[in-house]
């Protein structure tokens, strides 16, 4: 079974800071794609970034950008230029290539102070 | 306007007593998914369905049915809700598997039963 790993409850950062958050996760399979979500106060569920397993190239979206370490299964986020509305709970989620089976973290909280 | 709604928003309910949350998007999107979302335990999918009449269980389906009728709608159903099914819902969609189609949430049902 599939597990993913977020190991930061909570992280803040300065505005205009990089802050990194970490996840982890678990599988046998070679064919996935892992998703980092953004969730506001507002409660929306919103996609940041999405990296297919295949692809060596790091994912990037403007001030954000992954790092993809298939071998160790780690998948971290990287936000550059921290604004204010970046203030919200991420999760990081795992899929199976073929299957719309996901997995999400436990989610970090962050704040961006200013 | 493209978007996944749910209904309702916010529902008390008690011990034993059948519901649905209703959950329909007009985006054509082929699979659908349903979340609970709980603190400290992340998002857990409970069912999926990858197509008209075809449904599959996520990690948490105990205590839930859903049925997928129609390609629109997704309706979540509680035929005896307990206590421990006190959670926020969110209904998913999204137009192909990851990898070229985000998965766009519906705003969340606040569920309580008492």
């Known amino acids: 079974a599939q597990t993913v790993t977020q190991s930061q409850p909570e992280m803040s950062v300065q505005e205009a800071e990089t802050v990194t958050l970490s996840c982890t996760y678990d599988?046998?399979?070679?064919?996935?794609?892992l998703f980092w979500y953004k969730q506001p106060p507002s409660r929306q569920m919103i996609l940041v970034i999405r990296q297919e397993a295949y692809k060596q190239q790091n994912a990037t979206e403007n001030r954000f950008s992954v790092n993809f370490q298939k071998a160790a299964k780690s998948f971290s986020l990287k936000i550059s230029d921290s604004q204010l509305g970046d203030t919200a709970m991420y999760f990081c989620a795992f899929m199976k290539s073929g299957t719309y089976k996901y997995i999400f973290g436990t989610g970090t909280r962050l704040k961006v102070l200013a | 306007e493209a978007q996944v709604t749910q209904n309702p928003r916010y529902l008390i309910t008690v011990t034993g007593k059948k519901l649905t949350v209703t959950c329909s998007q007009n985006?054509?999107?082929?699979?659908m998914s349903w979340y609970r979302q709980d603190p400290g335990l992340g998002l857990r999918q409970i069912y999926y369905?990858?197509?008209?009449?075809?449904?599959d269980k996520g990690d948490v389906p105990e205590g839930y049915k859903v049925s997928r009728k129609e390609k629109r709608n997704f309706p979540l159903i509680l035929e005896s809700p307990s206590p421990n099914q006190t959670s926020l819902y969110f209904c998913?969609?999204?137009?192909?598997?990851?990898?070229?189609?985000?998965?766009?949430f519906g705003p969340g049902t606040r569920l309580t039963v008492l």
């Open positions: 369905s990858m197509n008209v009449e075809v449904t």
């Open positions: 998913a969609s999204s137009y192909t598997l990851a990898g070229v189609g985000e998965q766009f």
């Open positions: 599988t046998s399979e070679n064919n996935y794609y």
């Open positions: 985006m054509n999107h082929e699979y």
